[in-house]
Each structure stands twice: as structure tokens, then as C-alpha cells.
């Protein structure tokens, strides 16, 4: 059961790399997942491997936002 809920408004992260690099990160010292991204008003779900492959620069942006988003 969901309750509660953590948000951050990110004025500095410019790119979804950025984005889901920080997320990897936040996933890697908590051991929580998140449940949710927004990216340029995009709801997107979290996808471990496919964030990893945006990072690397194996997966375009477009194709992880079109697959993840919410």
C-alpha cells in the first residue's frame, strides 16, 4: 500500500540521460524504486534496464518516452 509519496522539482536536470542517471542513483543509495519520472510533462515509469541503455547511449530518449510513459 502507497502511503506517501516523495517529490522534486529539478530546475537543473536538462536532459532525460540527467534524469534517469539521478533516479539510478537515488535507486542505488535507497533501494527504492521510483513510482514515477516527469520529463518536459511526460509521465514515465521507471525502467531500470532501459534507463541504463539511455545512459550508455544505446537507447534513444524518444523510444524509452514513448515505451515508459504513463
Keep these: ?3 506517501a509519496s516523495l517529490r522534486y522539482d529539478l530546475e537543473n536536470i ?4 540527467h534524469l ?3 533516479a539510478r ?3 542505488s543509495e535507497t533501494g ?3 513510482a514515477e519520472l516527469e ?3 511526460v509521465r514515465l515509469s521507471y525502467n531500470s534496464i532501459e534507463a541504463n541503455a539511455v ?3 544505446a537507447l534513444d ?4 518516452i514513448e515505451r515508459n510513459k504513463l
Design 32 to 34: 527504492m524504486i521510483p
Design 61 to 64: 530518449e524518444q523510444v524509452y
Design 1 to 3: 500500500m502507497n502511503n
Design 14 to 17: 536538462t536532459t532525460l540521460p
Design 20 to 22: 534517469l542517471c539521478l
Design 39 to 41: 520529463y518536459h510533462g
Design 25 to 27: 542513483e537515488f535507486f
Design 55 to 57: 545512459i550508455k547511449g
